[in-house]
Nanobody
Framework: QVQLVESGGGLVQPGGSLRLTCIAS????????MAWYRQAPGKQRELVAL???????NYGDSVKGRFTISRNNARNRWYLQMNTLKPEDTAVYYC????????WGQGTQVTVSS
């Protein structure tokens, strides 16, 4: 089992920045992929960014060039640096780990508003 806890969400003005952190515990050695997803009200959950154990990354089209995913070497922490935030980035952001199965955090709210 893997447990995930997100932190770092909040309210930010358009153009601002936030950094989300995901901390994993439990059977983290089995994790081979780490990701962030988001879900806005009335919309489906979508991939924001992912990073593999060999540090390959992939981003959703709407965040390319603005968001950066990174992780530590122990694969028990990963981050999402979000710059130039827009109101349409407002959503609940979920930490995700791929291992024996998919694991999810409880989500952290990000609100971009003036």
């Amino acid at each position: 089992q893997v447990q995930l806890v997100e932190s770092g969400g909040g309210l930010v003005q358009p153009g601002g920045s936030l950094r989300l952190t995901c901390i994993a515990s439990g059977s983290t050695a089995a994790i081979y992929g780490m990701a962030w997803y988001r879900q806005a009200p009335g919309k489906q959950r979508e991939l924001v960014a992912l990073i593999t154990i060999d540090s390959r990354t992939n981003y959703g089209d709407s965040v390319k060039g603005r968001f950066t995913i990174s992780r530590n070497n122990a694969r028990n922490r990963w981050y999402l640096q979000m710059n130039t935030l827009k109101p349409e980035d407002t959503a609940v952001y979920y930490c995700n780990a791929q291992g024996h199965r998919d694991y999810w955090g409880q989500g952290t709210q990000v609100t971009v508003s003036s």
